[in-house]
């Protein structure tokens, strides 16, 4: 099994609209979590962390479910700009990275 | 001046040529790490560098070969490589290694192998 799983997708929705995804880790001594964003042929960058409380940044909302072990991520009034493969992000001291889900945004 | 910085961005090698991949943080982080990355793949963990020491070593084939002089300065050694090394080569560095903080990639080397 995967240490990190995620729907690669794509994710095609026009914008204005709101888009979700999840993402399952299999090590539940996994402290820390975060969402990464990488866009095309460019390197990863810190999107945002996710707190067990959930976390809310703008339009991105991350919330974590310890429990059944998957965290998410919201995105609402999608922007063109939101265009990019969004990486989850996995620690348990060393972070382990999922393949990441495609989301286009389109006018 | 972006945080962590590679050099260079692309790079296209015979099997039988030998080069090397350079990274530089200007973070003042005490870990570094080597990330492969292939299409539709997860980043691959390579090697970690803590205080200049190699701390972990991923199983990765001895045709590659890190290189960590000072905590700033991190160097991927490449020789004889195969195809299916092309891939996106990814250096970041964290602050801590063993902390659970993000950490923060340089540019990357796009390598294509020929």
């Not at chain 1, 072990?69 to 990275?97: H, M, N, P, W």
């Not at chain 2, 990355?37 to 972990?56: D, H």
Request: aromatic letters at 10%; charged letters at 20%.
């Amino acid at each position: 099994r995967k240490e990190v799983e995620q729907d690669p997708g794509p994710f095609n929705v026009p914008e204005g609209a709101t888009v979700a995804f999840n993402c399952t880790y299999s090590n539940s001594a996994s402290q820390s979590f975060f969402w990464y964003r990488q866009d095309c042929r460019k390197e990863p960058k810190l999107l945002m962390s996710v707190y067990s409380s959930g976390n809310e940044d703008g339009r991105f909302t991350a919330q974590l479910n310890r429990a059944s072990q998957y965290i998410s991520l919201l995105i609402r009034d999608s922007k063109l700009s939101d265009s990019a493969t969004y990486l989850c992000v996995v620690s348990e001291g060393k972070l382990s990275f999922g393949a990441g889900t495609t989301v286009t945004v389109r006018a | 001046e972006t945080g962590v910085t590679q050099t260079p961005r692309h790079l296209v090698m015979g099997m039988t040529n030998k080069k090397s991949l350079k990274c530089e943080q200007h973070l003042g982080h005490n870990a570094m790490y080597w990330y492969k990355q292939s299409a539709k793949k997860p980043l691959e963990l390579m090697f970690v560098y803590s205080l200049e020491e190699r701390v972990e070593n991923n199983s990765v084939p001895s045709r590659f070969s890190p290189e960590c002089p000072n905590s700033s300065h991190l160097f991927l050694h490449l020789h004889t490589l195969q195809p299916e090394d092309s891939a996106l080569y990814l250096c970041a560095s964290s602050p801590f290694r063993t902390e659970n903080t993000e950490a923060f990639f340089g540019q990357g080397t796009r390598l294509t192998v020929v």
